[in-house]
């Protein structure tokens, strides 16, 4: 079955840049749209973007400027980088599939990752 | 792009029957047949609950079912169980080729 796995660090500092990577198995990332979502403590969710190994990528307008999300078909992952973060960024980061062959609905989730943004 | 309102809580004791609507623009909601929401129970990922307004992935209960008017959005729960009592998340497909998640409806089951 396709499961997704977040991985990175667990805390970043303000300013610097947040990395992060979903690992996908059971699944090929060559195909379907791949999402990251985030939820800080306590709130809704918030979706970060989308990319297909194509190279579609759109991105939440608030946060363009600041993503970038890329696919490694060698390693089957794919990965969000945050820059200048501030502790707004702080969140459960989770990493998602969308279901059939649109951009979503997100069918497939990792368990998250919490990411704080803490000097 | 602004989230999709949702009430903030909702609550139904065993056995009754619950709505959770997730109000947005033509520019979402009302201008596309790809609606979905999602369950979320404490310290777990979202799980997918309704797809393209009103059509349940294989293995969610027929007591789920949603519906779309307008620029209006509604997910429906009967026969409430204990087990229903989690966060509810619409989300939305946008005219700019995004996606716009509602800001979220806690449910009580008394």
């Known amino acids: 079955q396709v499961q997704l796995q977040e991985s990175g660090p667990g805390l970043v500092k303000p300013s610097e840049t947040l990395s992060l990577t979903c690992t996908v198995s059971g699944a090929s990332i060559t195909s379907h749209y791949w999402s990251w979502i985030r939820q800080p403590p306590g709130k809704g969710l918030e979706w970060i973007g989308y990319i297909s190994y194509t190279g579609s990528i759109n991105y939440n307008p608030p946060l363009k400027g600041r993503v970038t999300i890329s696919v490694d078909t060698s390693k089957n992952q794919f990965s969000l980088k945050l820059t200048s973060v501030t502790a707004a960024d702080t969140a459960v980061y989770y990493c998602?599939?969308?279901?059939?062959?649109?951009?979503?609905?997100?069918?497939?989730w990792g368990q998250g990752t919490m990411v704080t943004v803490s000097s | 792009q602004s989230a999709l309102t949702q009430p903030a809580s909702v609550s139904g004791s065993p056995g009754q029957s619950i709505t959770i609507s997730c109000t947005g623009s033509s520019s979402d909601v009302g201008g596309f047949n790809y609606v979905s929401w999602y369950q979320q129970h404490p310290g777990k990922a979202p799980k997918l609950m309704i797809h393209d307004v009103s059509h349940r992935p294989s293995g969610v209960s027929d007591r789920f079912s949603a519906s779309k008017s307008g620029n209006t959005a509604s997910l429906t729960i009967s026969g409430l169980q204990a087990e229903d009592e989690a966060d509810y998340y619409c989300c939305s497909f946008t005219s700019s080729y995004t996606l716009v998640f509602g800001g979220g409806t806690k449910l009580t089951v008394l």
């Open positions: 998602a599939r969308a279901l059939g062959t649109g951009y979503d609905p997100f069918g497939f």
